[in-house]
C-alpha cells in the first residue's frame, strides 16, 4: 500500500465525506432510482484510473526484464533486446484504448 500525505482539512473532509456516505446508505438512499446512474461518472473514472495504474504496474514489470545492471559506477542502466520496443508498444496500444474508452464516456 502506498502512503500519501495530506493536510488535516482535507483528512477531516474525506472522513466527514465518508461518515456521511455512510449514513445515507444505511438509511437506503443506494436503493433510490436515479442513485447508480448518478455514481455511474464516477465508477467509471475510478475503473479508468485503476485500468491506467495495472497498465504502467505491467510496463514497469515487462521492461524490467530487459533492464541490463551498470557496467560501472556511474555507467546508468540500459535496455536490451527488441522485446523492449514491443513492451512499449503493446503499453501504447492499451493507452489507445483506455482513451478511447474515455472519449466513448463523454
Known sequence: M???Q????TLRQLQEAQETLRALEAAGVDNWEG????LAPIRKRIHLRERIHEEIETLLADLSEYVDAPAGWQAGYGICGDGAFDVVISFLDCVDEIKKEVEENE
Open 6 to 9: 495530506v493536510n488535516t482539512e
Open 35 to 38: 442513485f447508480s446512474e448518478a
Open 2 to 4: 502506498d502512503t500519501v
